[in-house]
C-alpha cells in the first residue's frame, strides 16, 4: 500500500511537472482529460470507416453472385450446344459414310481409272521436270504435281478438262520431241549473267545457242550454258543447224537428253590433268621441254651438217665449213706422210669432228633414263599421302583418297610421255650423227688407200 501511494505521488509529481513544462511552452500541451477526448474521437471515426468498408463489402458481394449465376447460366448453355453439335457430328459421320460407300458403288470402274490417272500423273511430272522441251513449255510438271497431290490427299475427282489435259500434254511432249525449232528465253551465260537469247531446240535432246550447248534445270527452271564445251566442231554444227534453212546438217546430240553433257564439266581438263602431278609432275614436264629444246637444236644442226657433207662429196674443193672438208684437208697438209702416219692423222681429226656431232645426245639419253624414274618417284610419294589420308580418315570417303591416287597414276604418265619421246629422238639423232661419222670415215680409207697405191708405184 505504501508502494502503491509512492508510485502515484510519483505520477502526480511527473504530472505536475510535465503540466508546467508544457505550459511554459506557450500552453500547447493537453491534459488527461483532453487525451482521452481525443482518444474516443479516434476511436469514433475508426468505428465509422468501418462500418462503411463493410457495407462496401456487402454490395460488392451481391453483385458477384450475380456474376456467378450468369457464368453459370452460360455454361449451362455451352453444355446444351456441345451436346447438341455432338449428336449431330455423330449424325452426319452416319451420313458421310453411307454417301461414300454409295459414291464408291457407282462409280465402280471409274475409281480404278482415276487411280491410274493419278499415277500417270505423278510419273509423267518427274519426265517432264527434267525434259528440256519444258525449257520451251513450262508449267505442265506444276498443273500434273497439283493434279497428283489433290487427287491422292482429299480424294477429289479430276474434271474432265484435267483429263483431257494430261493426254494432251502427253500427246503434245511426242510430238515436240521429234521437232527442230528455235525459241527465245534467257539464258544464264558462263560467267554468271542473264541474257535473253535464241535457242535452238533438238527434240529432247539437246540445247544451243550461238554455237555452244547449253543444260536445262528442272529444279530451278533455267537454261543454263555449259560450263565446258565439247569439240568446236560440236559448237560449229550447232551455229550451222541454227543458221540453217531447212537444209541438212550435221549435228552431235546428246541421245541421253544432257547426262553426257554434264560428265564434260567435271571431266578435267588437259592442264588439270598436269596440276594433279604436283611438283614432281611439273619437275618431269621441265626436264621434257629441256631434252626437246636439245633434240630440236640437234637435228636442225646435223640436218644442216649433212646437207653440207653431201654438197662436199659431189666437190673436190675442200672448205672448213663442214667436218668432211676439214678432214680431208689433212691429207694436203701432210703430202709426204706415209700411209700410217697418214691414217693417224685422219683419225685424229676424224675423233675430233666427232664430239661435235654427238653434242648433247648424251644429255637426251640421260633425261629419257630419268624420266621414268622420276615419274616412279611421284608414284611413290602419291601413294604416301593416300596411306596417310587412310590412316587419319579411314576409306569411308574416297575423295580423300584421290588427291595422293592422282599424283601417283599422274606423275606416271608423265615420265613415261617424257621418255618415250626423248627414246625415240635419241635414237634418231645418234642415228643421223653415226651416219655423218661413217661418211668421214669411209673418205678417209679411201684416202688412206689412194695414198698407199702411190707408195706401191713409188716403191
Known amino acids: 500500500m505504501n508502494k502503491f501511494i509512492k508510485q502515484l505521488s510519483l505520477v502526480v509529481i511527473l504530472s505536475g511537472f510535465s503540466t508546467l513544462s508544457l505550459a511554459a511552452d506557450d500552453n500547447k500541451a493537453l491534459d488527461l482529460d483532453a487525451l482521452l477526448k481525443q482518444l474516443e474521437q479516434g476511436k469514433f471515426q475508426q468505428t465509422q470507416q468501418n462500418t462503411a468498408r463493410e457495407k462496401e463489402f456487402s454490395q460488392k458481394r451481391a453483385e458477384q453472385d450475380q456474376l456467378l449465376k450468369a457464368a453459370g447460366s452460360e455454361r449451362d448453355a455451352a453444355l446444351k450446344t456441345s451436346e447438341k453439335l455432338e449428336t449431330e457430328f455423330e449424325n452426319n459421320e452416319i451420313k458421310l459414310a453411307g454417301l461414300n460407300d454409295a459414291m464408291t458403288k457407282r462409280l465402280g470402274s471409274l475409281k480404278e481409272l ?23 513449255i513450262p508449267g505442265r510438271a506444276e498443273f500434273l504435281n497439283d493434279l497428283a497431290q489433290s487427287m491422292g490427299s482429299s480424294s477429289k475427282l479430276a474434271s474432265i478438262d484435267e483429263i483431257e489435259r494430261v493426254w494432251f500434254e502427253m500427246q503434245r511432249e511426242m510430238t515436240e520431241s521429234g521437232k527442230v525449232t528455235t525459241f527465245t528465253t534467257d539464258v544464264i551465260e558462263a560467267g554468271g549473267q542473264k541474257v535473253n537469247k535464241q535457242v535452238l531446240r533438238v527434240g529432247p535432246f539437246a540445247l544451243a545457242a550461238d554455237g555452244k550447248y547449253l543444260d536445262y534445270d528442272g529444279v530451278t527452271q533455267t537454261v543454263e550454258e555449259l560450263i565446258r564445251q565439247p569439240a568446236n566442231r560440236y559448237g560449229d554444227s550447232a551455229l550451222a543447224l541454227q543458221q540453217s534453212k531447212g537444209d541438212l546438217v550435221e549435228f552431235g546430240l546428246d541421245p541421253t537428253g ?9 571431266a578435267p581438263s588437259l592442264q588439270e590433268r598436269v596440276d594433279q602431278g604436283g611438283l614432281v609432275g611439273y619437275i618431269i614436264l621441265i626436264v621434257g621441254g629441256i631434252a626437246l629444246l636439245l633434240a630440236l ?4 644442226s646435223l640436218t644442216i651438217v649433212k646437207a653440207k657433207v653431201d654438197k662436199q662429196l659431189k666437190s673436190d674443193d675442200f672448205k672448213d665449213s663442214n667436218p668432211l672438208g676439214r678432214v680431208m684437208k689433212v691429207r694436203d697438209t701432210y703430202p709426204q706422210a706415209d700411209t ?3 691414217e693417224l692423222h685422219l683419225t685424229e681429226a676424224i675423233l675430233g669432228e666427232i664430239p661435235k656431232l654427238g653434242r648433247n645426245l648424251t644429255i637426251i639419253k640421260i633425261i629419257s633414263v ?3 624414274l622420276m615419274g616412279l618417284l611421284g608414284t611413290v610419294t602419291g601413294m604416301i599421302n593416300t596411306f596417310q589420308a587412310i590412316t587419319l580418315f579411314g576409306t569411308g570417303d574416297p575423295k580423300l583418297m584421290a588427291g595422293g591416287i592422282s599424283t601417283a597414276l599422274v606423275t606416271t604418265v608423265l615420265g ?3 621418255a618415250i ?34 707408195t706401191a708405184v713409188r716403191g
Open 370 to 372: 630419268v624420266a621414268p
Open 258 to 266: 544432257g547426262s553426257i553433257l554434264k560428265l564434260l564439266v567435271q
Open 416 to 418: 613415261l610421255v617424257v
Open 340 to 342: 700410217e702416219a697418214l
Open 297 to 300: 637444236e640437234r637435228l636442225i
Open 421 to 454: 619421246p626423248a627414246t625415240l629422238l635419241y635414237a634418231m639423232l645418234n642415228t643421223r650423227s653415226k651416219n655423218i661419222v661413217f661418211i668421214l670415215q669411209e673418205q678417209a680409207a679411201g684416202v688412206i688407200a689412194e695414198r698407199a697405191e702411190k
Open 114 to 136: 482415276f487411280g491410274v490417272l493419278q499415277q500417270v500423273a505423278g510419273d509423267t511430272k518427274s519426265k517432264f521436270q527434267n525434259s528440256i522441251i519444258s525449257a520451251q
